[in-house]
């Protein structure tokens, strides 16, 4: 299984980007999928979740400024960002998600995540 974030750079508090992450080995169109992230000294959060059939949820602390999506055909998810805050500064990756009692963890082990820094 690989799970390649890509997207991720230096913006200004406010920006925007768009994160793609691709992944392989898996049977993506059946798995639900989702963004974490994790800043300097703190664990890592899920931020974003989408399911098979394109159902999005997410962390109240993106909630209307993020949107994720994806495309079964490219076996890729996406995480837009818009008006960008300091606080969103953080290594983001994507995993395909699996849930126990109402809650999501992560299925596979952690691919290459992609840097987002914000600055003030």
């Known amino acids: 299984v690989q799970l390649q974030a890509s997207g991720g750079g230096l913006v200004q508090a406010g920006g925007s980007l768009r994160l793609s992450c691709a992944a392989s080995g898996i049977i993506f169109s059946n798995n639900y999928m989702g963004w974490y992230r994790q800043a300097p000294g703190k664990q890592r959060e899920l931020v974003a979740t989408?399911?098979?059939?394109?159902?999005?949820n997410y962390a109240n602390s993106v909630m209307g400024r993020f949107t994720i999506s994806r495309d079964n055909a490219k076996d890729t998810v996406y995480l837009q960002m818009n008006s960008l805050e300091a606080e969103d500064t953080a290594v983001y990756y994507c995993?395909?998600?699996?849930?126990?009692?109402?809650?999501?963890?992560?299925?596979?082990?952690w691919g290459q995540g992609t840097l987002v820094t914000v600055s003030s």
């Open positions: 989408i399911t098979s059939n394109g159902s999005a």
């Open positions: 995993n395909a998600l699996t849930s126990y009692s109402g809650t999501y963890y992560p299925k596979y082990g």
